[in-house]
């Protein structure tokens, strides 16, 4: 496993185990897996409504010995409905970490751009003080927000923005712009959910045939080599390790160039700008804490 030195010095394995989609009753067991045969990071969600899942695995993990609590990178996630105030934020943060049956997280993300995030980032900086949370960041931020983010919060300097990023939506400038300001980008379904047939696609496919690597392995591989921390999701073992065995091998620059023509320059999934997408998210709100209302 490789690892990235974020902005406040921890140290973050590159490639980790997404837990999106895996239902809560199946997580423990997806990521006691994961973490068997060699994950660290575990990424999940206040969203994903598997928190407690992946609570329970890491708990079984530690007491198996196949890992230390302080080796593991678990992440999770603020919801829209918890970014209506600092309030809310604060204890879902609480909320979470009981989920999880843990005693800090180690980073907490903002998961949408929308809501009160300045009063959420403040009751993460405060948890961030209690020792609950040792790194912060933010998701699905494009570059113009979030470089008014780093500007103008008075609690510090995301460490990651975990974005949509695989060979259609390959993100270049975006990629620039989170060195510029020395942000952590972390991709989001790598694969694009296998959209736009992605796994048979004859370019990656030539490219993973010249190493003997399928072309999961040459997505994860590219994102490795472009500095980008990278999230596999699988429920299958053989996938689980397949995805994690991409540490010997290296593309070359023609294998590069010919991934670059691929990009589609937009998301394989949705706009965040897009105003029915604002609209479903701020429905999101309403449907789970009913009575909610700003206005
Ligand atoms: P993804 O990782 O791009 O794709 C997952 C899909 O690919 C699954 O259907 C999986 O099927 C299949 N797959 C995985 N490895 C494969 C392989 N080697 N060969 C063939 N098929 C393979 O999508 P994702 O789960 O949406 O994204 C990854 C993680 O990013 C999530 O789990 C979540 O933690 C995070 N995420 C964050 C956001 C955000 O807004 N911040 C949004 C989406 C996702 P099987 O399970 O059947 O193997």
């Known amino acids: 496993m490789d690892y990235i030195t974020l902005n406040n010095g921890e140290q973050m394995p590159q490639l980790g185990f997404g837990v999106y989609q895996i239902p809560n ?13 060699g994950y660290r990071l575990i990424d999940t969600a206040i969203s994903y409504g598997n928190e407690e899942g992946v609570g329970e695995g890491i708990k079984r993990a530690i007491a198996d010995e196949l890992v230390t609590r302080e080796e593991l990178f678990i992440t999770t996630k603020l919801f829209v409905n918890n970014v209506i105030n600092q309030e809310t934020a604060s204890a879902a943060i609480d909320e979470s970490l009981e989920r999880l049956q843990l005693d800090y ?62 060979p259609w939506n390959q993100r270049v400038a975006d990629l620039e ?65 397949e995805n994690l065995n991409i540490f010997d091998f290296a593309l070359t620059d023609d294998d590069i160039m010919k991934i670059a023509e691929l990009d589609m320059k937009e998301s394989a999934f949705f706009d965040h700008h897009d105003p029915q997408m604002v609209e479903w998210f701020m429905s999101r709100i309403e449907n789970i804490q009913p009575g909610i209302k700003r206005w």
Do not use: C
């Open 177 to 241: 712009w989170h060195k510029k300001y020395n942000v952590q980008a972390e991709a989001w379904a790598p694969f694009a959910e296998g959209r736009h047939d992605l796994f048979t696609n004859p370019v990656l496919s030539e490219i993973g045939h010249k190493y003997g690597k399928s072309v999961g392995q040459v997505v994860l591989r590219w994102l490795m080599q472009r500095g980008v921390v990278a999230l596999a999701k699988s429920t299958r073992l053989e996938r689980m390790a």
């Open 105 to 166: 997280v180690d980073l907490f993300l903002l998961h949408q751009p929308y809501g009160d995030v300045y009063g959420a980032w403040r009751a993460l900086g405060n948890s961030q003080k209690e020792g609950k949370v040792k790194s912060l960041g933010i998701s699905n931020f494009d570059s113009a927000k979030m470089i008014e983010f780093v500007k103008m919060n008075d609690v510090g300097i995301p460490q990651v923005n975990q974005i949509e990023i695989n």
């Open 25 to 37: 009753e199946e997580t423990a067991e997806a990521v006691y897996q994961a973490i068997k045969i």
